[in-house]
């Protein structure tokens, strides 16, 4: 059974580039969550993603943006690269709104703005 | 909001002593508690949860944590520390919203246990 999986790994951007980050949930998850970790600190919720709408999102500009598929795969969208947008890009997945699921993580993408 | 704290960046452990890494919360409501692992170039894998119940909560690869409503804390525990435990530690509290939920972040606190 394959967990979470994203793509790609790395990805190295200049300033006022756009990118599109790739996530598949595990087997059987709905739900698909968006973190950013930079550097140093805990993972800051994006925003999340079930029946193909954003559901939640945390306190991040428009420029990052989403999208859910209807076989649950989810993209991640950032506009306008600032250097600051470089981090660790995890998602997670889950049942939703299974009340007492866990959330289970990619292994990331190091997105790296130049 | 609900938050967590995580006062310590840097445990130390020398291999087969027994390990804490502490956490504390804030929550409105019941609090709904979580402890992920984060070895280098890798995403977070989860250890353990309080939901309800029993106030030490058993994990994977021997971890455990106690639940402690009085002094809000709830902190990771293990028995004998192993040189591969050496990994970030993140402890989170769920937030609910609509039938949505978002976990929130500590910090993460650094284990190293030495040989």
């Known amino acids: 059974d394959a967990g979470v999986t994203q793509s790609p790994t790395h990805l190295i951007k200049t300033r006022g580039q756009q990118v599109t980050l790739r996530c598949s949930p595990k087997s059987g998850h709905d739900t698909v969550s968006w973190y950013q970790q930079a550097l140093g600190q805990g993972p800051q919720f994006i925003f999340q993603?079930?029946?193909?709408?954003?559901?939640q999102r945390g306190n991040f500009p428009d420029r990052f943006s989403g999208h859910q598929f209807p076989n649950y795969s989810s993209e991640l969208n950032v506009n306008a690269l600032l250097l600051g947008d470089s981090a660790l890009y995890l998602c997670?997945?889950?049942?939703?709104?299974?009340?007492?699921?866990?959330?289970?993580f990619g292994p990331g993408t190091r997105l790296t703005v130049t | 909001a609900q938050s967590v704290a995580q006062p310590e960046d840097q445990v130390n452990v020398a291999e087969g002593n027994p390990l804490t890494v502490k956490c504390t919360y804030s929550?409105?409501?019941?609090?709904?508690l979580f402890w992920y692992v984060q070895y280098p170039n890798r995403g977070l894998q989860f250890l353990l949860k309080y939901i309800t119940g029993d106030n030490l909560v058993k994990g994977s690869y021997g971890f455990e944590a106690e639940f402690n409503k009085s002094q809000t804390s709830f902190h990771l525990k293990k028995p004998s520390a192993l040189v591969s435990d050496s990994a970030l530690y993140f402890c989170?509290?769920?937030?609910?919203?609509?039938?949505?939920?978002?976990?929130?972040f500590g910090a993460g606190t650094r284990l190293a246990v030495h040989p």
């Open positions: 997670a997945s889950s049942l939703v709104p299974v009340e007492r699921a866990e959330q289970y």
């Open positions: 989170a509290v769920r937030e609910d919203s609509g039938g949505y939920n978002k976990l929130i």
């Open positions: 929550v409105s409501g019941n609090p709904y």
């Open positions: 993603y079930y029946e193909e709408e954003e559901r």
